[in-house]
């Protein structure tokens, strides 16, 4: 079954509102990553986290890793047209396993 | 620096036919993997690679998938013989070294079977 699971899987929002995409790992990860696909592109890499409990700062975007290192969480204040695509977290779930979450298509409404 | 290449870009077969993709990872990036990534879903790891050697391969379906990175560098992904739920996009990236650390990806190849 799916190992690493994101919601909402879409979410519409009006320029400048918030946004914020959950994800959710069946076992203990040693570190996760996010990366953001844009409609047609590849995904690209945003950030990794590694510590429990750690929160990392990059403009407006927001990310933490859970205390259990099972969950993330990824939230950008104030949207931008440029926001738009679908952000994956992704990490290793077993051994060298490495999963991509579902994903969270974000769309941005000016 | 150059990023990850792949070829072809796009390509149409018919099932049942062969396909074969390529990927040339960016300079000094010993860990190569290939994704398939089928409309609407992440990228779902099909086959890591440590310089040629492999890592990981569970999520391979090997009675028609296969890949090989001889010398570690290049690599190549077959598809043999496809059908249709194959259609999707191929993604090649690499890192430099195991999983923790960031991967680049390249632009992928779009497979349609038909």
């Known amino acids: 079954g799916q190992q690493v699971m994101q919601i909402p899987q879409y979410q519409h929002v009006q320029e400048g509102e918030d946004f914020t995409t959950y994800c959710n790992s069946s076992t203990t990860l040693s570190n996760i990553q996010w990366y953001k696909q844009r409609p047609g592109g590849h995904p690209v890499f945003l950030i990794q986290l590694v510590k429990s409990g750690e929160v990392k700062k990059q403009k407006r975007l927001t990310f933490q890793f859970g205390e259990a290192k099972k969950n993330s969480s990824l939230h950008i204040t104030a949207t931008q047209t440029t926001d738009v695509g679908t952000y994956f977290c992704a990490g290793p779930v077993t051994g060298n396993q490495f999963y991509f979450g579902t994903g969270t298509s974000l769309t941005v409404i000016p | ?114």
């Open chain 2, 1 to 114: 620096e150059a990023g990850v290449a792949q070829s072809p870009r796009y390509k149409i077969i018919e099932k049942r036919q062969s396909v074969a993709f390529w990927c040339n990872p960016i300079s000094g990036h010993a860990t190569l993997y290939w994704y398939q990534q089928i409309l609407g879903q992440g990228p779902k790891l099909l086959i890591q690679f440590q310089n040629n050697g492999v890592v990981d391969d569970s999520q391979l379906p090997k009675d028609r998938f296969s890949a090989e990175r001889l010398k570690g560098v290049d690599s190549t992904l077959k598809i043999q013989p496809a059908k249709l739920e194959d259609s999707a996009v191929y993604l090649c990236a690499s890192s430099l070294d195991l999983p923790r650390r960031e991967q680049y990806f390249g632009p992928g190849t779009r497979l349609t079977v038909t």
